[in-house]
């Protein structure tokens, strides 16, 4: 029996785990209500203790796990300990682990969306709507691209990640206190360098959010034109927004009502490519010629820019290690109450057109009515009056 304590063990962890998912599925408006502003305040707490060093804590805390079970696996052999009951309590140990980040961050998944937050409507829209919207953040991409420091290739030149990543909060605040989002006042402490880049960039990972650690992580390598987004995207992650289609629209709107050229350009490129791709993944004869349409408007920086975007990535991904990794991950974000799992990234293009149609296009429609004049026959109503005429 004493064999099999380690799998009890991890069995225990694992309700525990699937109860605190069943309560969030089931009272999401408590959760909502309650838990992410505990847990942001929490997230701030530890994003301050972590910010006394530069690198990832949680990377450092990872290697030193793995050492451990690695030398438990040698004494295993040395010392001829049962595998089975070996292995029990290494899966208790992960098991438990993800039992706390699931506690103390994961339920983030169950919390309203940020839509809701911020008031704004999200419904379904036409072809027209969504070609409408991709050529405005076109045309603003446009104009922003060529605001933007380049080098002598033409490519983009950002300022460098330590500089950019202690301005990314700036977005965030002027959301928190100029427009009255409570929902980002969470840490605005820089970002960190994502360490083993190389791995990440041929997985295609740009960023990673420790909530045990509350360290925001972003992949140095990417290009520069996304990175601020990518910032912010994370940032916005730290701030228990969780799902990755509200990490997303958060970075988009951070990044566009900062005063730097660089973080609104990364804004508008953003959007602009969800929006596009999305156009494109529409399968009619419309939809086509609509997509092209919008090609045909894009400025040779902004084409530079996206064509150096796509090939960044198709040049340094591994085929095996990106498809793992999206496993992984469209897995984590399933089991953790993301439905949509990985497609749940390009689903910001939902948010991106209705917000487009609500603070772009509505407010644009201006009604001028005549100023009523009760002696102006045409403007009153004389059915029903014997002596009218």
Request: charged share 15%; hydrophobic share 45%; with cysteine.
């Amino acid at each position: 029996m004493k064999y099999w304590f380690g799998y009890l063990t991890a069995a225990i962890f694992g309700a525990i785990t699937w109860l605190l998912m069943q309560f969030g599925e089931r009272f999401s408006t408590l959760v909502d209500m309650v838990y992410p502003y505990v847990i942001r305040t929490l997230q701030t707490i530890l994003a301050e203790w972590t910010s006394a060093v530069d690198f990832p804590v949680w990377q450092l805390l990872a290697v030193a796990l793995g050492v451990l079970v690695l030398a438990s696996f040698v004494l295993m052999i040395v010392l001829k300990w049962n595998p089975i009951q070996w292995f029990g309590w290494v899966l208790a140990v992960f098991s438990a682990i993800f039992m706390c980040h699931t506690l103390f961050w994961g339920l983030n998944y169950y919390a309203g969306a940020l839509a809701d937050d911020m008031r704004l409507e999200v419904a379904s829209y036409t072809l027209e709507e969504l070609t409408e919207a991709t050529e405005y953040y076109r045309d603003k991409a446009n104009a922003l691209a060529g605001q933007v420091n380049r080098d002598a290739n033409g490519n983009v030149e950002f300022s460098d990640f330590a500089t950019l990543a202690d301005m990314a909060g700036e977005g965030f605040e002027v959301l928190t206190y100029e427009y009255h989002y409570p929902v980002f006042a969470g840490s605005r402490l820089p970002v960190k360098e994502l360490g083993w880049s190389d791995m990440y960039t041929s997985m295609g990972i740009t960023g990673v959010t420790f909530g045990l650690t509350g360290e925001a992580c972003v992949n140095p390598q990417i290009p520069d034109v996304s990175l601020p987004f990518t910032m912010c995207h994370e940032m916005a992650h730290r701030m228990c927004i969780a799902a990755e289609r509200d990490a997303n629209f958060a970075a988009f709107l951070a990044c566009s009502v900062h005063s730097d050229v660089q973080f609104q350009y990364s804004a508008y490129f953003m959007a602009f490519r969800y929006c596009y791709n999305a156009l494109n993944g529409v399968n009619t004869q419309s939809a086509a010629a609509a997509a092209a349409r919008v090609s045909s408007g894009i400025g040779d920086k902004l084409k530079t820019d996206y064509n150096f975007y796509s090939s960044f990535f198709n040049s340094r991904q591994d085929d095996s290690a990106t498809k793992f990794a999206d496993t992984v991950n469209d897995t984590y974000l399933k089991v953790s109450g993301d439905e949509s799992g990985v497609a749940s990234y390009g689903e910001v293009c939902d948010l991106l057109v209705n917000w487009h149609i609500q603070t772009v296009v509505l407010p644009s429609i201006t009604v001028v009515e005549s100023p009523f004049d009760p002696y102006d026959e045409t403007q009153i109503d004389l059915s029903g009056i014997v002596n009218a005429r």
